[in-house]
């Protein structure tokens, strides 16, 4: 049944990359379907216990890759995504492994017996299904975004802040394994009562599923310290084994990594993905990650509540906000760091997190610390040197050109006599002669810290105005 639902989800796969792409106008050109050698080197395009579907479709100037494994079907919705889903596989091998032993297959069975539904909510977060088309990031190099509305939901969510809890004696702050509790009961039914909200009221109850979920959290970065792979890693696939061994370790009262390790070699042997997992993120609780973040941010971001919905809303996990706080503080920017969190906070996926992640990457990389500020553009990000030189990182796996890039480039912003747009893949013909004609010096496959290994990787490509 496995066999045929993952035959039929490719056949759909490839049906979506075939469907005929929309008419252009003059200047203007569709995204393309690509083979997937043209894009990454052939190590990444098998290996034990995986293959990636050939073709790949290039959607919001990054590269939807598909990928069969005998776990089932994995997306990567950019060439960075595609490295690290790889990587995961033999982690994904040893967790699966594990989950077999008696210590594991004991607890998870005894988990199912004891545990209610409550206790499954603690870590229950929503993803992307497998079907659905991924957005790319066109939209961060469009004319037509605006932030207005963003702006706006700040304001509302700032309003919603400060008037917490008051004129409402009854409402209290969302909070900690909601889920399946009743609503508050009505204010004229409980005149006495400050709070209703489940966890402030459940006492030794809530104290009790605290205990454990933090035994949890615990638990599950053990392992992923085990096997050097990202404890808030996106993978659906892995994500669930980690929840799965996490929690069983939980209800045996054992130690998961102790028991991984007895099914698992050296973590050499386990990851593939080498030189790119942040090892800090892995010493840290996410607690502790999140403010020392906020401590990093507050040094360039004035605007102390912007910092705070960034910390916990958007496509960000902690390991990506981690990511970009190092790589602020590293870039010290004179000024635009508020506009930068805000438009983060909006983010709405992973791919989206990483592009405002690798931009700043790009930046630090090409551009003198301490030397400049970011602007925002739209949704785009740049930096401007003191001197008046514009950087425009674009860390997308493949550009092509149509009239909202045109209307983009072409904004007043952009006339400064030298700007460079570092491209982190390719370009198409198109895309490089319209960038050319208005004056922008070109670098593709810029390099950066933890940039994808792109196919034919040499001499980086160059084109000066």
């Known amino acids: 049944m496995r066999r045929r639902f993952l035959w039929c989800f490719i056949v759909a796969a490839c049906a979506a990359h075939a469907e005929p792409p929309p008419k252009c106008q003059r200047d203007c050109e569709p995204e393309p379907v690509l083979t997937a050698p043209a894009l990454v080197p052939a190590a990444l395009l098998s290996g034990p216990g995986y293959r990636v579907i050939p073709e790949v479709r290039v959607r919001g100037y990054m590269a939807d890759f598909l990928i069969d494994t005998k776990f089932g079907p994995l997306r990567a919705d950019s060439a960075e995504l595609l490295s690290i889903r790889v990587s995961e596989i033999p982690a994904m091998e040893a967790l699966d492994r594990a989950s077999k032993t008696d210590a594991f297959a004991h607890a998870i069975a ?16 929503p993803v992307d299904t497998i079907t659905g088309l991924p957005a790319g990031v066109g939209h961060y190099i469009s004319h037509e975004w605006n932030l207005l509305t963003s702006r706006a939901q700040a304001l509302s969510d700032r309003s919603t802040k400060e008037f917490e809890n008051k004129g409402d004696a009854f409402r209290a702050p969302e909070g900690p394994m909601t889920a399946d509790r009743d609503e508050p009961p009505d204010a004229t039914n409980m005149p006495d009562k400050k709070s209703r909200a489940w966890y402030a009221r459940a006492g030794s109850e809530a104290e009790r599923e605290t205990k454990r979920y933090l035994k949890y959290s615990n638990e599950r970065r053990d392992m992923a310290k085990l096997l050097n792979i990202d404890p808030n890693s996106t993978n659906p696939i892995l994500d669930d084994k980690l929840d799965e061994l996490a929690w069983a370790a939980v209800w045996g009262n054992f130690s998961a990594g102790a028991a991984l390790g007895t099914v698992t070699t050296a973590t050499t042997d386990v990851i593939t993905w080498t030189g790119r997992l942040n090892q800090y993120v892995l010493e840290k609780t996410p607690e502790d990650l999140r403010e020392e973040n906020r401590t990093r941010l507050v040094k360039f971001c004035s605007d ?157 490509q160059t084109q000066q105005n």
């Open 110 to 125: 005894e988990r199912g017996r004891k545990t209610g539904t409550a206790i499954l909510h603690v870590v229950e977060h």
């Open 304 to 460: 102390d509540f912007s910092v705070r919905q960034f910390l916990r809303r958007g496509g960000f996990t902690d390991t990506l906000r981690t990511a970009l706080a190092q790589s602020l503080e590293k870039l010290k920017p004179e000024s635009g760091c508020d506009e930068l969190i805000e438009l983060a906070a909006t983010t709405r996926g992973e791919v989206e997190a990483r592009y405002l992640t690798d931009a700043l990457k790009l930046i630090q990389r090409h551009a003198t610390p301490g030397d400049g500020k970011l602007i925002v553009i739209d949704a785009a990000l740049a930096w401007q040197s003191t001197d008046g030189k514009m950087l425009l990182p674009l860390p997308v796996d493949y550009l092509t050109w149509s009239h909202d890039i045109g209307t983009f480039f072409d904004q007043p912003i952009f006339r400064t006599a030298n700007r460079t747009a570092y491209i982190g893949g390719d370009a198409s013909r198109l895309a490089q002669r319209k960038l050319s004609d208005r004056g922008w010096n070109i670098v593709l496959r810029a390099p950066y810290d933890g940039a994808p290994t792109y196919a034919n990787d040499g001499e980086f």
